[in-house]
């Protein structure tokens, strides 16, 4: 990171799976069981932004913000299967924003590594090999979610293999953190906790999607007491306990979630009671995917909620709904004491589209307008301020 744009280091030390601790320049991360400011480099990219009012209450801190930039569900599934053969380069042409970020998090929905065979009676399986962590962390992503309903696709037998893979990219250069899995419910459930100069940010993910046996095992995946798997929160009992504790030694506390109602542009009952339960339990920012399509952003008391991301590089555009996309930056100001709050201070959506390539690229100027008529309108059906 440059002192213009990022302050220390720009790749954050991030440990895999949340278990290692590494440090540089700037910015230390590591994941706990006990318990990672500005706007983005200047582009030609439209952006649609919204700027919260000042809090009275926190406005007189000295640290400064931190930038945290969040995108939507990724996989390399069909036209994006050959760019894995350059990982380096693979999600480079989408990830301006996510790279010019202090933090940048994103759903990795795609079962990683070898062995294993599809689940039977799944209507979709996806697979990627290992490669699939490289290309996030070369792309500028320092916390990927594999909490979510295609992480253990191939099985549990092919779990050994992805959460090896995931602690060698959180010690490679540049690293890249997995939450949301393990090899047990401790594991899964663990914060990715980065340090952006002087101020920590803890990282949570898990995953409330479908729970219908009969149409997806993902209930099934939940990691136990001494059993691998995803951090699953039907009962959200768990979550809410790691997240509380993550807010006692945390300054921001961010939590990504697999929730919500696959091709609902409006967030269900349940989320909307998910997410004001996880602000008044001290979760400062609360995003999501799983609809495949954008979901309204905005102000929720204390906290601010992006209920869903929309696809960020997927196989198949879809139709217009499910091809809209971007990347959600949020200036986030810490809080002068760790018993005060966070508050995000600027929302910045660089609006995109899902291309034939399956990756999203920026829309062309006259694009923005109505993507932000469309962010206007969700808004509203989500009941979030602006």
């Known amino acids: ?33 006990p318990p990672t400011a500005q706007q983005p480099a200047t582009s030609s990219t439209p952006s649609t932004s919204t700027t919260p009012q000042p809090d009275p209450e926190t406005s007189t801190t000295l640290r400064q913000p931190v930038l945290i930039a969040v995108a ?15 990982p380096g380069t693979a999600l480079a042409p989408a990830a301006a924003a996510l790279a010019a970020a202090d933090l940048a998090i994103v759903n990795l929905e795609t079962s990683v590594g070898t062995g294993g065979a599809p689940e039977p009676g799944k209507r ?14 070369a792309a500028g992503i320092d916390v990927a979610s594999m909490a979510n309903n295609h992480a253990l696709d191939y099985g549990r037998a092919r779990l050994p293999s992805t959460l090896r893979a995931a602690r060698a990219v959180g010690d490679s250069d540049p690293p890249l953190a997995v939450v949301g899995i393990g090899r047990d419910e401790d594991e899964a459930f663990a914060p990715a906790l980065t340090e952006i100069d002087g101020t920590t940010v803890a990282t949570l993910a898990a995953s ?75 979760a400062d920012v609360v995003v999501g995917t799983h609809a495949h399509q954008l979901q309204g952003d905005g102000r929720l008391g204390r906290g601010y909620v992006a209920y869903g991301l929309g696809n960020f590089a997927w196989y198949s555009p879809g139709t217009g709904a499910t091809s809209r996309t971007g990347v959600l930056t949020l200036t986030v100001r810490p809080p002068v004491e760790r018993r005060g709050r966070a508050r995000v201070v600027r929302a910045v959506w660089q609006p995109a589209v899902i291309g034939p390539s399956g990756l999203a690229m920026p829309v062309a100027a006259g694009g923005a307008d109505g993507f932000r008529e469309r962010r206007q309108d969700l808004r509203g059906c989500a009941g979030l301020g602006s």
Do not use: N
């Open 72 to 86: 939507g569900d990724v996989h390399f599934e069909g036209v994006l299967a050959d760019r894995l053969r350059d």
């Open 124 to 137: 979709y399986t996806f697979s990627a090999g290992r490669e699939a962590f490289t290309a996030l962390s």
């Open 1 to 33: 990171m440059t002192g213009a744009v990022h302050r220390g280091v720009r790749r954050l030390r991030i440990g895999a799976v949340g278990l290692s601790l590494l440090t540089v320049t700037g910015c230390t991360t590591t994941g706990v069981p």
């Open 208 to 282: 409330l999607a479908d729970q219908d046996p009969t149409a997806d095992p993902t209930g099934a995946w939940a990691a136990g007491a001494t059993k691998p798997g995803i951090a699953e929160a039907t009962d959200p009992s768990r979550l809410l306990e790691e997240l509380r504790r993550a807010d006692t030694v945390a300054d921001v506390v961010v939590v990504y979630l697999h929730w919500g109602i696959q091709g609902e542009s409006c967030p269900s009952a349940d989320q909307r009671s998910i997410a004001a339960g996880l602000v008044a339990a001290g």
